[in-house]
């Protein structure tokens, strides 16, 4: 029965990490997509949308070797951008102390769009108990496709715990109950204030879990 967690946006924020995404192809392509060029990828995870981005400016697919050299040029700007002394990540206290107040009574995953090694650089950014299990973005999966790999062999009751729309549809997608962090994916399904209590968030993943079938 994993619980899964988004990160970005769900148990804090990284406020640079586009425009590190940019700049860390730009080192990679000889210079970085726009925003706009940004705002045209469709998907949410760093495979889709880098793999639109090379669509776009070398006209064919990116290949695992490609993806393999953003991994590192993105790490490597953000361990630059959010080094001791640098830009600081905000961390929602109370949803990550619920987070792992749930870890100690089952399994719980974070399940997230960014780049494996991105990952675990956040998640150690922001304190997250390294013996909670990572799923990053894989070449060819999308994040319904990555909440299938966590919850396979597991029986259900799951949930996903994100903050946008495309997380709201990556659960209805994997056919698991969605738990929203913030006001951006309002809709029937609980949500929660990004500054909201470790007991609040208990309670709210108890009470989903409780009602669904």
């Not at 990160?7 to 000889?30: C, K, M, P, Q, Y």
């Not at 060029?37 to 949410?44: A, T």
């Not at 361990?79 to 100690?104: C, K, N, S, T, W």
């Amino acid at each position: 029965m994993p619980i899964c967690f988004d990160l970005d946006g769900t148990l804090g924020h990284f406020s640079s990490g586009f425009v590190l995404l940019r700049e860390a192809l730009g080192d990679l392509w000889g210079g970085a997509p726009t925003a706009e060029d940004l705002g045209r990828c469709g998907g949410s995870t760093d495979w889709e949308i880098v793999d639109a981005l090379h669509r776009m400016r070398f006209g064919r697919p990116l290949d695992e070797p490609g993806y393999a050299a953003y991994e590192g040029a993105c790490i490597a700007r953000f361990e630059a951008a959010f080094r001791p002394g640098g830009q600081e990540a905000v961390a929602f206290q109370g949803i990550l102390a619920g987070l792992h107040r749930l870890a100690g009574r089952g399994p719980v995953w974070l399940v997230s769009g960014n780049a494996p090694r991105l990952l675990d650089f956040k998640a150690q950014v922001l304190g997250i108990d390294p013996a909670i299990p990572r799923l990053g973005s894989l070449p060819h999966h999308d994040r319904a496709t990555l909440l299938k790999l966590a919850l396979r062999g597991c029986g259900g009751p799951h949930l996903y715990v994100g903050d946008r729309p495309h997380d709201l549809a990556a659960a209805q997608a994997a056919g698991m109950p969605f738990l929203g962090i913030g006001p951006a994916v309002p809709g029937g399904h609980r949500i929660l204030a990004q500054d909201a209590a470790a007991d609040h968030l208990v309670a709210a993943v108890e009470a989903t879990l409780q009602a669904t079938p």
